[in-house]
């Protein structure tokens, strides 16, 4: 018998990512933490939505075939403008999260980094 994959449902994995990103920042003073915590969900659902469309505009290319009468067209994948609009939003997030860690910790690397490094390993494979 193989391996069955577990497929968790998408608010244990934006609780799982929260979690993740709130280790990374985990050394940030608590009223800081606690004023950026709307943040980090936004951005862990990001992360999750993200992820989410890009198995879906994988599994159904780029672009899909759209019934026009009696014929058909190609047009791009209608997730691919909420994905685009997404992935900006995630990037300012990300990019105001870093702010408020280095205007706190100085000189540290932003965990933030990290955080795009993480997103975009899912693009490179």
Not at 54 to 76: C, F, L, N, P, S
Request: hydrophobic share 35%; glycine share 4%; charged share 35%.
């Amino acid at each position: 018998m193989g391996k069955e994959k577990k497929v968790e449902t998408e608010e244990t994995r934006i609780k799982k990512e929260t979690a993740r990103i709130k280790k990374l920042y985990k050394d940030l003073p608590v009223n800081r933490k606690n004023s950026l915590t709307k943040l980090i969900e936004r951005a862990a659902f990001m992360v999750v939505s993200l992820e989410s469309m890009e198995t879906k505009i994988r599994e159904e290319g780029q672009m899909v075939k759209m019934r026009q009468g009696e014929y058909e067209i190609d047009r791009a994948h209608p997730l691919l403008t909420t994905y685009n609009a997404m992935i900006k939003n995630y990037t300012a997030t990300v990019k105001l999260l870093d702010e408020v860690f280095a205007e706190t910790n100085g000189d540290q690397p932003a965990p933030g980094s990290k955080l795009a490094k993480f997103v975009n390993r899912s693009k490179e494979k």
